[in-house]
T-cell receptor
Framework: DAKTTQPTSMDCAEGRAANLPCNHS???????VYWYRQIHSQGPQYIIH???NNETNEMASLIITEDRKSSTLILPHATLRDTAVYYC?????????FGAGTQVVVTP | EAEVAQSPRYKITEKSQAVAFWCDPI?????LYWYRQILGQGPELLVQ????????DSQLPKDRFSAERLKGVDSTLKIQPAELGDSAMYLC??????????????FGPGTRLTVT
């Protein structure tokens, strides 16, 4: 499965949109992009996934570029409870492979 | 909302001792996963079950780790003997996926193991 590259950390102001980038330049046609997050001392939580179309649910939006080499997770109105490590994973038929993720800190 | 249950939440043990973790997946989920997460890193898959069968244990240190899911429901992960390097969070997850395709994994709260 393709590897992903994410920034190590980013800050976001409470109430503003948080835009989390992920590069996956070696993604292949059958691989989906998944996002999970992990709040401190808890298990990871599924957020959203997509193949090539943009996706939205009650938690976030996923924007995938037309060439599928990168994506952005958007938290529309960040709250303090969104402070967590966010993992971008590309997976086809194999297992989920978590990298180190992006530590997002939402500040008042 | 159904959740994955794990126990204990915290475990402190001395090196060379045996330790066991228990996981009860979401009801009806055929696939169960055990992950290990070292501080500052993402979770790493140790073993994956489909019902009671192991489908992937390529990263499980089989000289000291064992896992079972005898009736295809709950599962136990054992370490014997524990080593200092085993200190980590052990996470259990489950999904309803049978094979391939897009699916969500639901994670439990994890067991924090400290080996002294």
């Amino acid at each position: 499965d393709a590897k992903t590259t994410q920034p190590t950390s980013m800050d976001c102001a409470e109430g503003r949109a948080a835009n989390l980038p992920c590069n996956h330049s070696t993604i292949s046609g059958n691989e989906y992009v998944y996002w999970y997050r992990q709040i401190h001392s808890q298990g990871p939580q599924y957020i959203i996934h997509g193949l090539k179309n943009n996706e939205t649910n009650e938690m976030a939006s996923l924007i995938i570029t037309e060439d599928r080499k990168s994506s952005t997770l958007i938290l529309p109105h960040a709250t303090l409870r969104d402070t967590a490590v966010y993992y971008c994973i590309v997976r086809g038929w194999g297992k989920f492979q978590f990298g180190a993720g992006t530590q997002v800190v939402v500040t008042p | 909302e159904a959740e994955v249950a794990q126990s204990p939440r915290y475990k402190i043990t001395e090196k060379s001792q045996a330790v066991a973790f228990w996981c009860d997946p979401i009801s009806g989920h055929a696939t169960l996963y055990w992950y290990r997460q070292i501080l500052g890193q993402g979770p790493e898959l140790l073993v994956q079950f489909q019902d009671e069968s192991v489908v992937d244990d390529s990263q499980l240190p089989k000289d000291r780790f064992s896992a079972e899911r005898l009736k295809g429901v709950d599962s136990t992960l054992k370490i014997q003997p524990a080593e200092l390097g085993d200190s980590a969070m052990y996470l259990c997850a489950s999904s309803s996926a049978l094979a391939g395709g897009p699916y969500e994994q639901y994670f439990g709260p994890g067991t924090r193991l400290t080996v002294t």
